[in-house]
């Protein structure tokens, strides 16, 4: 299933089709176009009641469309095939799509309204049944079940709700699973059922069961289930084993559910303790996460945690501005909240939370939080960048204070604030600068400009900085060149500040070896 909203049509389609990509032109997929009821004119049909799933399809609501609507409504099918085809994935309107087999359906839909659901479901399930069959096929004696869900139920206490996908749960069946605070193993102490056609999120009486056969959605009552994992798989310890063969037989699913973690924590999280640190709600989408970070946004993982923010997570997180690297003193959490005291110990501590129920939106503003940071380093940091300059001895504008030049970059790049000397030698020819000021303000054609580029011709006013009342032609002129006055501390903050912008730059580099060597930069 690859959902495309509407709203954010170009960014969600690029973003499925490459996750697409990844799992190959095998792999068969349904295109969930949702939000239908956002478009412009759109009348959803009204439902007498909430099973009538005939009322929900989007072949019905289509047909009760106005003209307008259905323009609009095929202008963004369009615009979706053409950003999938770019991608190489061919689709169609699932109503129109005889090729299920080349091309990926689309179906419109409306999580809101219900519009569409039930098509969704139909094509699933034909996908499921055609491509896994053998994956759907019943094993009595093997158990897979998985955890949908931990919460209180009030009356109730803490209640684990469960997808039994194969085998048979029994009340006198002993479980493990993984949890936040490591593995857990109980008895069950209760198994409910919902009644037939009740949704297992919506509040309703439950039965209490002896033993329940796969497929169904199970409530299971038992000690530390509180602390269970959601999205983690469930164990059954092994029926009718002696006492020692038991005690073997959990000690090795124990195991196995905290391997569930800790293979997560083992490929993602940085050994070295330096990271921000990752929070969602469900196993799952911690994998979704972590690999998203991995690959996209790359940035290295301090820790990981799965349920709601806490203040123990805030100050594990704050231990970063300790280490000297606060811009990773931040929570990247996905899916989750945080109660109004934890934002305040967040800004107590200088910890930054970033929540969002859509991935790449935690991207963004991670990014721009990075940048901020970056901006911020660069302005309290005596970072310079390095540049020579060439003076133009026929465009010299202003001989004394403040000196305004003509000039050509030679290399490297002019920015505004940078220091310049002038590149003197002595009479042994051993290089003796004399520092001429600070650049503040260049112009290109008459326009103000904050860097100029190598090979740019540019006016140049620089402020003295010099105790000596230097001029032009007096102390120094066109026969050498003006250069940034470059120290350890400022190679130091470029090597730190645009490390990813200097390493492939051979110039540069070359450039800061030569300032480097020329000012006696040890």
């Keep these: 299933l690859s959902p495309v909203c509407l709203g954010s049509l170009r960014r969600a389609a690029s ?34 009641d909430q099973r009538d799933h005939e009322g929900c399809s989007v072949v019905k609501s289509i047909a009760q469309q106005g003209k307008r609507s259905l323009e609009l409504l095929e202008d963004y099918i369009t615009k979706l095939k053409v950003h999938f085809a770019t991608h190489g994935f061919n689709t169609e309107l699932f109503t129109r799509n005889k090729k299920r087999g080349e091309e990926v359906s689309i179906v419109p839909c409306s999580a809101m309204t219900g519009e569409g659901i039930p098509d969704l479901f139909c094509l699933l399930s034909e996908l499921t049944q055609k491509y896994m069959a053998k994956g759907l096929q019943f094993v009595s004696d093997k158990v897979r079940c998985r955890v949908l869900e931990v919460k209180q139920e009030k009356n109730v206490g803490n209640v684990m709700d469960v997808i039994l996908a194969n085998g048979e749960l029994k009340i006198t069946d002993e479980i493990v699973v993984s949890g936040l605070e490591g593995p857990i193993h109980t008895p069950i102490k209760a198994l409910l059922l919902p009644h037939a056609a009740q949704e297992m999120r919506v509040k309703g009486e439950y039965q209490r069961v002896h033993s329940v056969m796969a497929a169904a959605g199970i409530r299971i009552l038992g000690n530390g289930l509180d602390k269970a994992m959601a999205g983690s798989k469930l164990f059954v310890v092994p029926r009718g084993l002696k006492k020692d063969e038991k005690e073997e037989a959990i000690e090795e699913l124990l195991d196995m559910a905290a391997a569930d973690l800790n293979t997560v924590i083992e490929k993602y999280v940085d050994k070295t303790g330096v990271g921000i640190h990752v929070q969602a709600s469900t196993l799952g989408a911690l994998e979704a996460l972590l690999e998203y970070i991995f690959t996209e946004i790359k940035c290295p993982i301090k820790s990981v945690r799965i349920g709601e923010i806490s203040k123990r997570d805030v100050m594990g997180a704050a231990v970063m501005n300790e280490k000297g690297r606060p811009e990773f003193a931040c929570i990247l959490s996905f899916m989750v909240n945080a109660r109004p005291e934890v934002d305040l110990a967040a800004d107590q501590y200088n910890v930054r939370i970033f929540k969002s129920e859509i991935i790449y939106h935690l991207k963004e503003q991670f990014e721009d939080y990075m940048e901020e940071v970056h901006d911020t380093n660069v302005e309290k940091s005596d970072v310079v960048w390095p540049c020579e300059l060439e003076i133009l001895p026929e465009f010299v504008i202003r001989k004394t204070h403040p000196i305004i030049l003509g000039c050509r970059v030679v290399r490297g790049t002019l920015k505004m604030g940078t220091p310049l000397s002038w590149m003197r030698v002595d009479a042994h020819d051993r290089p003796d600068p004399l520092q001429v000021g600070i650049v503040d303000s260049i112009q290109e054609e008459k326009k103000d400009i904050d860097s100029a580029a190598q090979g740019k011709e540019v006016a140049v006013r620089i402020q003295v900085t010099n105790s000596v009342n230097i001029a032009y032609g007096r102390q120094f002129d066109a026969t050498r060149h003006l250069a940034s006055k470059v120290t350890r501390g400022s190679l130091d903050a470029l090597k730190e500040l645009y490390a990813d912008k200097i390493k492939d730059d051979k110039e540069l580099i070359r450039l800061c070896m030569d300032l480097k060597r020329y000012f006696s930069v040890m």
């Design 15 to 48: 973003i499925n089709a490459e996750y697409m990509g990844k799992l190959g032109t095998k792999t068969p997929f349904v295109i969930a176009m949702n939000k239908v009821d956002l478009v412009s004119g759109w009348v959803s049909p009204e439902q007498k």
